[in-house]
């Protein structure tokens, strides 16, 4: 089986910063793309930052130059550094990955996500 695992979440006030942490474990072949979403209340959730399958970076107009994604392909993890943060960047956070797995010789690329960490920008 596969799991994503986050941390880091948490209540911080306007203008602050956090850092989330979403590793992924379990048996597989390969990880072919990573990244965050989130969904406020009320809304769709939605593309924060990810790693593509070509390896590039993808990133919301409305986190762009204040989040930042990087990864630890050694430890299977990926990393969502929130700077500057404003209450409408309140939301649950998930980690979303496509990841692939052998099967007797058979590789299958499946979409996983993680549990969801509560992110709150309030003062």
């Known amino acids: 089986q596969v799991q994503l695992v986050e941390s880091g979440g948490g209540l911080v006030q306007p203008g602050g910063s956090l850092r989330l942490s979403c590793a992924a474990s379990?048996?597989?072949?390969?990880?072919?793309?990573m990244g965050w979403y989130r969904q406020a209340p009320g809304k769709e959730r939605e593309l924060v930052a990810a790693?593509?399958?070509?390896?590039?970076?993808n990133y919301a107009d409305a986190v762009k130059g204040r989040c930042t994604i990087s990864r630890d392909s050694a430890k299977n993890t990926v990393y969502l550094q929130m700077n500057s943060l404003k209450p409408e960047d309140t939301a649950v956070y998930y980690c979303?990955?496509?990841?692939?797995?052998?099967?007797?010789?058979?590789?299958?690329?499946?979409?996983?996500w993680g549990q969801g960490t509560q992110v709150t920008v309030a003062s």
């Open positions: 979303n990955a496509a990841i692939v797995r052998s099967t007797w010789g058979t590789y299958q690329e499946n979409d996983y």
């Open positions: 790693f593509t399958r070509g390896g590039s970076t």
């Open positions: 379990g048996t597989f072949f390969n990880i072919n793309a």
